[in-house]
């Protein structure tokens, strides 16, 4: 793993100063600031939004009273479908 480029805050939203170490996607996809999470089936867009019902729905610190923040800029992973990406980086 390359060494984090100064203002690239860890466990949030990659800066784009990181992109050029990452791998793309097996699925053809890349990893971009601000680029939201698609949909497998479609490769649309996630909604934030629509998203806070299922994630609190399975979340279980939401009945503890844990609320997600809606939206992806602050999420450090997801995993959608069981599909992950691990130490997608480019070799040295």
Aim: proline share 12%; net charge positive.
């Amino acid at each position: 793993m390359p060494k984090m480029p100064p203002g690239c805050p860890p466990q949030q939203e990659i800066c784009a100063e990181l992109e050029k170490y990452l791998e793309p996607c097996a699925c053809g996809g890349v990893f971009r600031k601000g680029s939201n999470p698609r949909c497998p089936s479609c490769k649309k867009p996630l909604s934030a939004k629509a998203a806070t019902r299922y994630i609190e729905t399975n979340a279980p610190g939401t009945k503890k009273g844990w609320r997600w923040q809606g939206n992806w800029h602050e999420t450090y992973c997801i995993v959608i479908e069981k599909r992950e990406v691990h130490d997608n980086f480019r070799p040295k």
